[in-house]
């Protein structure tokens, strides 16, 4: 059975820090892109960060870039998350995905219709 299990939400203040942890199982975690996405009440869900099985490379939108990190070891994806702010608040969701393997050079990273496997989210909420 797959599993994506995210933890280590909760209610920070603007400008702390949270890590969150995705712990997956049940899928050849390797062959898998890892991506995280968030949902803020009323908005769309959208993608902040993906480790690609390509490369292994961390990459993460411009909404986020410089203050959030992916990161994955073992069968562990971690997302660091600093300075954080407000607007930041959202359910956070990790995702795995197929990618090129099933998508090839039209994969993006981006879009959840690119992923298989999600996890049930785990809130952050920072307060101003």
């Known amino acids: 059975e797959v599993q994506l299990v995210e933890s280590g939400g909760g209610l920070v203040q603007a400008g702390g820090s949270l890590r969150l942890s995705c712990a997956a199982s049940?899928?050849?975690?390797?062959?898998?892109?890892i991506g995280w996405f968030r949902q803020a009440p009323g908005k769309e869900r959208e993608g902040i960060a993906y480790i690609s099985s390509a490369d292994g490379r961390p990459h993460a939108t411009d909404s986020v870039k410089g203050r959030f990190t992916i990161s994955k070891r073992k069968n562990m994806v971690y997302l660091q998350m600093l300075s954080l702010k407000p607007e930041d608040t959202a359910v956070y969701y990790c995702a795995a995905s197929p990618d090129v393997t099933v998508w090839g050079s039209s994969w993006s990273g981006w879009d959840d219709a690119e992923y298989d496997y999600w996890g049930q989210g785990t809130q952050v909420t920072v307060s101003s």
């Open positions: 049940g899928f050849t975690f390797d062959d898998y892109a």
